[in-house]
């Protein structure tokens, strides 16, 4: 039952009844005035000082700004929380002070102070009507409460990102704005009663609490343990935060929250805690998934269109307390996505890994889409890149540097002193190895280094050069007068075994070389007749004659130049060399045939063993691995079973 208090003076020439509450005037000055008597209620430990304060007005038939006009004080300072009001609710209701200020929420500017947070008045919104209909219940339930003030304000129903009781493990039902205006929409039990609520709270929708709306209710009790990342914001960005970001993630980048049902805003704020609670990782994870979404990225995407109103919201927000927020997106943006220095993310970047179409030509004076041809040509680039996209810097300056020594055929014949046919021709032959090829989709001429055809001419001028003399003839009269061929000459001048060479200063490259025909026929070696043909080396050793070829000019295995049956010199290959190189040296393919085993199997046996190929593949030929390591590595596992191997000559075969 409520308690009466008898010692309080005369407020305002009124006293108050003891056992109704309702005012008498004072008839006479001089005559005694009997001191008031009032009724007082509890504070409860999760209530609000306006709720308080409210109630403690009804049990003395008063609204609340009229009560707190009896006893001097105003309401509007009951609902910023001074200290002038606290001390005389304190002094009326006979609570402590410490009590009440726990109870009041302050303000400062547009904030309310509550717990020690400074929220904005949008996040806890003190004019609504929100309850939880099962706490109404038992509060109605509360008979040892004066009937008309058993129902209370909680001090955390206010925040927006509340919205389910911890209690009763269901949604909080928001009535609306209290019907009343101005500073009486503060007063808890006049604006029950002007909403006609008592006997209608609202649905119960069972529901969890969320580890969002958890992380809400310690921030307000003054707990810090949900992740750097949230902690070190205020409450109200902290948990606008989360929800904007789980708004995008759930209902896309450009979903506006203010569509979203109070069920979706639920979802929202659990999904973006989610990641948010797990700091700077969790907001990666979280805009990886913008990342994966984004239309066909540009260099100069900016945030906007990465991560739509979500980045928009943060942008506007001028408040210092966001800047780590936005710097963690705009060093994560740059570091992993192909960002161009002109992208704008929370501002441009230095460190930015790509560069924009302008930024391409004005550094390098090619078309981008050239350049990005290119570098898929050179398989620098994914062939998805080949018409858009952005170019990363480490490949654009490579490419760059590429195209800036190419030559195109025609060009590189004329570097080097020959036709267009011969210059195709020493090109089918290995001579000249392109730089730049066709491939990975992309159709585009041959570019040769001009440097690389620079070196090969020094590499074929004699350190002493002979004189010009009518003996001496260009290469190629000197291979057809020699029946030596031209492309063997060039080796020869490359190794330089010919004395006799003299250079043309007035021609370019090969056409200035002259040489002696009959110097060459020290070079031609007569064959003895159990000597190989590189195709009969091909054909032996089943790898080709043009493989053959390659290891034969790269030194691989040894061979000379004989004069074949049509007085054509050509190359042949002994077979104690042949034999010495093939009993030692095995192909992938040869290694499956000799072994009678899976590609599987032999795969495995390479990886386990760490097995590398002393001659690594060639232009024409294929990688030759050690057979002694070989039969070793497939030893190790002879017995071992292999998932998803297929056995039978069929296996074998296949490769």
């Known amino acids: 039952m409520p308690t009466t208090m008898s010692s309080l003076p005369m407020i305002g020439g009124r006293s108050f009844g003891p056992s109704t509450g309702m005012v008498s005037s004072a008839r006479s000055r001089s005559a005694p005035v009997a001191r008031p008597a009032m009724f007082r209620v509890p504070l409860f430990d999760d209530e609000i000082l306006t709720s308080y304060c409210s109630r403690l007005a009804a049990a003395n038939v008063k609204t609340a700004p009229d009560f707190c006009l009896d006893m001097g004080i105003r309401f509007q300072d009951v609902i910023g929380g001074t200290d002038a009001a606290i001390r005389k609710l304190a002094e009326i209701g006979g609570v402590s002070i410490a009590r009440l200020n726990d109870a009041a929420v302050g303000k400062i500017g547009k904030s309310w102070i509550v717990g020690g947070e400074a929220i904005l008045e949008r996040f806890y919104i003190r004019t609504h009507l929100k309850i939880c209909p099962k706490c109404f219940e038992e509060d109605d339930q509360a008979l040892d409460r004066m009937p008309g003030t058993r129902q209370y304000m909680r001090r955390t129903w206010p925040l927006q990102f509340l919205r389910t009781c911890p209690h009763h493990h269901c949604a909080l039902n928001d009535l609306g704005r209290s019907p009343l205006h101005a500073n009486r929409c503060h007063d808890f039990v006049e604006s029950l009663l002007a909403a006609d609520i008592y006997q209608d709270y609202g649905a119960v929708r069972s529901r969890r609490i969320t580890d969002f709306e958890r992380f809400s209710i310690d921030r307000l009790n003054g707990v810090r343990q949900h992740g750097p990342l949230l902690d070190e914001m205020p409450l109200d960005r902290a948990g606008y935060l989360c929800e904007v970001l789980g708004t995008a993630i759930l209902f896309g980048i450009n979903a506006d929250q203010s569509a979203l049902d109070d069920e979706h805003l639920w979802r929202a704020g659990e999904n973006g805690y989610g990641y948010l609670s797990r700091g700077v990782s969790g ?131 004329a570097a080097v002193g020959l036709s267009y046919p011969n210059f195709a021709k020493y090109r089918r032959e290995g ?121 034969c000019e790269s030194g691989c295995l040894a061979s000379y130049i004989g004069r074949n049956g049509h007085n054509q010199s050509t190359r042949y290959v002994r077979p104690a060399d042949a034999e010495a190189f093939f009993s030692r040296f095995i192909t992938f393919r040869g290694a499956l045939r000799e072994h009678n085993v899976t590609m599987r199997r032999l795969r495995l046996a390479l990886k386990r063993s760490g097995i590398l190929a002393p001659i690594p593949e060639g232009k024409k030929h294929p990688q030759f691995y050690l057979r002694s390591e070989i039969a070793a590595a497939l030893d190790v596992i002879r017995d071992e079973p292999i998932p998803g191997e297929r056995s039978g000559p069929s296996a074998t075969s296949s490769s």
């Open 431 to 551: 001579l000249f190895v392109p730089v730049i090829v066709p491939g990975n989709g992309v159709t585009l001429s041959e570019r040769f280094s001009r440097r690389a055809l620079e070196t090969f001419i020094e590499s074929i001028r004699p350190t002493e050069i002979y004189p010009v003399a009518e003996h001496l003839k260009p290469i190629n009269t000197a291979a057809r007068l020699s029946s030596y061929r031209a492309i063997d000459i060039i080796r020869l001048l490359q190794a330089h075994k010919l004395k006799h060479v003299a250079w043309d200063w007035g021609k370019v490259g090969l056409e200035a070389v002259l040489v002696d025909p009959t110097e060459l026929e020290a070079f031609i070696i007569k064959p003895e007749i159990e000597d190989l043909s590189l195709d009969e080396v091909g054909e032996i050793w089943k790898i080709g004659r043009d493989a053959a070829a390659d290891l």
């Open 283 to 413: 907001l990666h994870e979280a805009l990886d998934l913008f990342h994966e979404r984004a239309p066909l990225l540009k260099s100069d995407f900016g945030g906007g269109k990465l991560y739509g109103r979500f980045y928009k919201i943060l942008y506007d927000q001028k408040d210092p307390a966001w800047d780590a927020v936005k710097r963690a997106i705009h060093e994560y943006a740059f570091e992993v996505l192909p960002l161009s220095m002109s992208a704008n993310v929370f501002g441009t970047s230095d460190k930015a890994r790509c560069l924009s179409e302008t930024e391409l030509r004005q550094q390098f004076g090619l078309r981008p889409s050239h350049m990005r041809k290119m570098a898929v040509a050179l398989g620098m680039l994914e062939p998805s890149s080949a018409n858009s996209g952005a170019i990363p810097k480490e490949v654009a300056f490579k490419v760059g540097k590429i195209l800036a020594d190419s030559l195109l055929a025609n060009q590189a014949a």
